[in-house]
């Protein structure tokens, strides 16, 4: 069905300012693709080019392989979900979601068809005849799906369109969008600030910062395989651990110091810390990786810790804690009775740690950039 | 203060509004009621007792007939009519095409255009006569409707623009986008999404603009010459003689000129009342 392919893509503002710089991403056809970053990170921009509302400064945008950097947005064949829904105040969610349709001259009877379609998938059936001032945040946001699938384009494009629902009715309409995803079997490109929904969502993420993509690949490559620090903190909640230790090398032997406590890291990462030897690098840990030592040792090492702050979430438990110098959050069962100012031992599990260089804040272990490519 | 001087103040605050509120009324009113008078006392009784407001003695309706059939005040509203109607739509037609641009397109010399608009707003009419009158002349246009037609459209451009170019700036960026991902043109979007959205102002600046052009009288004088084209506010400076002015047939056709401009408002005061107030909050 369609195939979007970013080249070398990059927007310049007016007054130089840059929003987007040489971006490479393809979505492939049936591809539910999140885009996700901090605000100001490029990421709507980069969607509002694809939707051909924004000027293309450099490179090329390719859908199934026609090249559309000129292409008006309607004649890309896409639709777009707004973040503040953007339906026609005048007009009846009939008239909101048969709009496009009677542009396209399309067949009254056929209008009718498609549109009564899309409203029952939606289940807004019974508001038609209403207009968009008559709904509730979570309707409206309905009726902007539905006039995006009676279109029945080759790409949707949804700028983060849950961000104003309040947050029982964001978990609904994401299960809702990911079904609509396998229903409509359609290519989807989706941005948001969320981690957690481009986790959920995503078939493929886009992680952007300060207008470069970081990373490409899937939810759970990502989270395991985080190509920097940023990535490796901005996927996940709690995020991860990040605590700076030396590593020394005692007689071959790769050591962390911390200098409250010492790990011995796997041996697959041993051999790629060894050139650091001597010198400072991030160990990042993720909060379910900090397992409570009930013995005595691990044959990794202990982290000896104070805890700090207990948070009882009912199935877990969130605890914050803190060597001398370094706070870390660790997620445990919730059958432990820590409270604050309890010493805590962890055994982390190494396998499962990440190292990045100080000074780039690079991955030390290899990692894809892009997980596909 | 105890509560009794307190209450005391509050009746005296609200008797002082009462009375100040009504004597302004009173004064407001007084022209109208000297006209409304005026326009059903005979002649003989204005020249008789010239205390204008007081009530006729006979109500002599027949000044309306009068005023409307021999001092040809039917004729001057029909031609009233006929310059206002085309008028008020050709300069909402216009300027609403020029606010619609000037609202949601980026271009160069958006704000300096936006400013000429504002200060053609600003040149007196006084600079304006002579330069517009040869000019009309030159053109061949002067005394026609078509040539009065012309200019007010085009006086009145620079306040319309302004006027619905600031409304159209406040509907969301997102009703000229998303219309255009749903394949809709530039003029499509202009009348099938901003327009409608624009409703309010549409119908205030409507009700303005009729009133205004209606009661003009500078333009008509400039441009027009002949007595069978002639408006209403011309046709009632007409009926002021040398010697000697009916004043009662001139108060029956000033109310009968105003009768228009009064029905417009009141038709469309709803929306004249929501097009100003329009944005003073979010809502």
Known sequence: MAKVELKNIGKVYEGNVRAVDNANITINDKEFVVFVGPSGCGKSTTLRMIAGLEDITEGELLID??????????????????????????????????????????????????????????????????????????????????????????????????????????????????????????????????????????????????????????????YNHPINKFVAGFIGSPPMNFLTVKVLDEGGEIILDEGSFRLKPAADHAALLKPYAGREVSFGIRPED?????????????????????????????????????????????????????????APVMDKARYFDRETELSILPVKFDEQA | MTKVASSRWRAFRAAAFYVTATLLVAVWLLPLVIGVFTSLKSMDEIMANPVMWKPPKALRFENFGEAWNRAGMGRYIVNTFIVTIPSVAGALAVS????????????????????????????????????????????????????????????????????????????????????????????????????????????????LEFTWIWNDLLWSLVLLRSDAIKTVTLGLANMQGEFITTYNLTAAGSILAAIAPVAVFLAFQRYFIEGLTMGADKG
């Open chain 1, 65 to 222: 392989g026609k090249l559309v950097n000129d292409v008006p947005p309607k004649d890309r064949d896409i639709a777009m979900v707004f973040q503040n829904y953007a339906l026609y105040p005048h007009m009846t969610v009939y008239d909101n979601m048969a709009f496009g349709l009677k542009i396209r001259k399309v067949p009254k009877a056929e209008i009718d068809k498609r549109v009564r379609e899309a409203a029952r998938i939606l289940d807004i059936e019974k508001l038609l005849d209403r207009r968009p001032k008559q709904l509730s945040g979570g309707q409206r946001q309905r009726v902007a799906v539905g006039r995006a699938i009676v279109r029945n384009p080759k790409v949707f494009l949804f700028d983060e369109p849950l961000s104003n629902l309040d947050a029982k009715l964001r978990v609904q309409m994401r299960a809702e969008i990911i079904e609509l995803h396998d229903r409509l079997d359609a290519t989807m490109i989706y941005v948001t600030h969320d981690q957690i929904e481009a986790m959920t969502m995503g078939t493929k993420i886009v992680v952007m910062r300060d207008g470069k993509v970081q990373q490409i690949g899937s939810p759970l490559y990502m």
């Open chain 2, 96 to 207: 609403s095409l020029a606010a619609f641009a000037l609202a949601f397109y980026r271009f160069r010399l958006n704000k300096a255009v936006l400013v000429l608009f504002v200060a053609g707003m600003l040149v007196p009419f006084q600079m304006l006569m002579i330069p517009v009158f040869r000019m009309s002349n030159g053109l061949g246009i002067d005394d026609s409707f078509g040539g009065l037609i012309l200019f007010h459209i085009s006086f009145q451009l620079g306040f319309c623009t302004f006027f619905l170019r600031n409304f159209m700036k406040q509907i969301p960026y997102s009703q000229i986008e998303a219309p255009r991902i749903d394949g809709a043109s530039d003029f499509t979007i202009y009348a099938r999404i901003i327009m409608p959205l624009a409703l309010p102002s549409i119908a205030a600046l409507a009700v």
């Open chain 1, 290 to 346: 900090l397992v409570v030592a009930e013995g005595g040792s691990a044959p990794g090492g202990l982290i000896k810790a104070k805890v700090t702050v207990v948070e009882p979430l009912g199935a877990e438990i969130q605890l914050y804690a803190t060597t001398p110098t370094q706070p870390m959050v660790a997620k445990i069962p919730p059958h432990h009775l820590y409270k604050s100012g309890d010493e805590i031992a962890f």
